[in-house]
């Protein structure tokens, strides 16, 4: 019995040790479970950083790229004007302008639009805001124009009419006989797949430049050039006088025009601060939910 009272004394006195040895196994286990969910949360999280810090990433360059490309065109425009060159010379002249003296063919007029009017005509045209306020729309008056000292005829973007003015613009307004013009080679334009297409067939009906197609609805080669008409001028005095703007309702594109985006740089930076605070706001409450 004597033996028996000292392995009961045993067994208790072991008892706490065992106790807590067990606890810390089942602690230990705890503790991995918790471990893995935290490093899955944090992977997790990690997906919506990465994808906010590209997308900054992403705005930054378009950023950069954006004002070397207005840089550029700037650097070109500033230049002065040059000669009309050769035909099939116009891909070489870039966004340089160009002065061309000849005659208009007012019997092939092309209207694209409806349009809004060229951003240099509206006030506060930075960035998205390039629709007039009063919603006015109107169209491109895209016209044959023969180069006097070359022959070569090419299609110029005469400028921008209000819809209720473009059936009374007069073949004056528009610039009869010889006239003078400062002219730059015209942006392509791209329509988006959801974008109401072309229909030359119907008056009216251009909604983008499409320089193949408006040149054969012309009766045109389709590798005729398409340049936008900045200023107007004709020699007063029956042509004797000195050249001076011609008065029209019509409203042509300025430099300004030619290094206006859409979305200009400042809109990307903004877009870059954006999703780059959005990334790091993101990582330090990963940080503090998962790891602090």
């Keep these: ?14 008892f706490p040790t065992r106790l807590a040895a067990g606890a810390g196994e089942a ?17 997790l999280f990690a997906i919506p ?15 950069h790229w954006k004002v070397n490309v207005i840089e550029e ?21 870039g966004q340089r ?40 729309t109107g169209f491109y008056l895209i016209i044959p124009f023969k180069i006097k000292s070359t022959g070569d ?7 921008w009419a209000e819809r209720s003015q473009i059936e009374h613009i007069t073949e004056v307004e528009c610039g009869k006989g010889l006239v003078s013009l400062t002219v730059v080679p015209a942006k392509p334009e791209k329509a988006s797949s959801m974008a109401i297409q072309n229909d030359p067939s119907r008056d009216g009906f251009w909604f983008t430049i499409d320089p193949a197609a408006m040149a054969q609805s012309a009766g045109l080669p389709r ?6 008409c900045l200023d107007v001028q004709q020699k007063t005095r029956g042509g004797k006088g000195p050249l001076e703007t011609v008065k029209s309702p019509i409203k042509c594109k300025q430099i300004s025009d030619r290094t206006n985006f859409y979305v200009m740089p400042e809109t990307h930076l903004a877009y870059c601060a954006t999703w780059f605070g959005l990334s790091a706001a993101m990582t330090v409450g990963t940080y503090i939910r998962f790891f602090r």
């Design 97 to 136: 302008r160009v002065g061309v003296e000849g005659t208009f063919d007012m019997n092939n007029i092309v209207k694209m639009g409806p349009r809004s009017a060229p951003a240099s005509s509206m006030p506060n045209t930075r960035g998205m805001a390039m629709k007039p306020a009063s919603g006015v």
């Design 27 to 43: 602690g230990g286990k705890k503790g991995g479970e918790e471990g893995w969910r935290k490093y899955a949360g944090a992977g």
């Design 1 to 14: 019995e004597s033996m028996r009272l000292g392995a009961l004394v045993r067994g208790l006195r072991r």
């Design 153 to 159: 005829t090419i299609l110029i973007n005469r400028g």
């Design 49 to 63: 950083i990465a994808a906010t810090a590209y997308l900054g990433n992403w705005q930054r360059e378009r950023y």
């Design 223 to 228: 590798d005729t050039v398409v340049c936008d």
């Design 73 to 93: 065109n700037e650097k070109q425009l500033a230049l002065p004007p040059c000669e009309p060159p050769a035909k099939g010379g116009w891909g070489d002249v």
